[in-house]
Nanobody
């Protein structure tokens, strides 16, 4: 089992920045690809960004490209999401997820999420 705990959410004005963290425990962190997803009220969960276990391969949703940056510190068992130029439409619960590096498709482990609210 992998346990994931997010932190860093909060209320920020439009144009502001936040940095989310996701601390992992339970298994060898560097064996897992990591991702961030978000879910806004009344909407389905959507992919935000992912990073492979080595940190060199990153993917982003078109809606956040150029504004968000995913990174990881395998020594600290933590993945980050730096969010800049935030917009009201970024308001959502942000969750991190982990998937063993040999697998494709759905992520295996999920955190509880952290609320991000962007005011206009």
């Amino acid at each position: 089992q992998v346990q994931l705990v997010e932190s860093g959410g909060g209320l920020v004005q439009s144009g502001g920045s936040l940095r989310l963290s996701c601390a992992a425990s339970g298994r060898t962190f560097s064996n897992y690809a990591m991702a961030w997803f978000r879910q806004a009220p009344g909407k389905e969960r959507e992919f935000v960004a992912s990073i492979n276990r080595g940190g060199l391969n990153r993917r982003y949703a078109d809606s956040v490209k150029g504004r968000f940056t995913i990174s990881r510190d395998n020594a600290k068992n933590t993945v980050y999401l730096q969010m800049n130029s935030l917009k009201p439409e970024d308001t959502a619960v942000y969750s991190c997820a982990a998937r063993y590096y040999t697998r494709d498709g759905d992520y295996d482990y999920w955190g509880q999420g952290t609320q991000v609210t962007v005011s206009s």
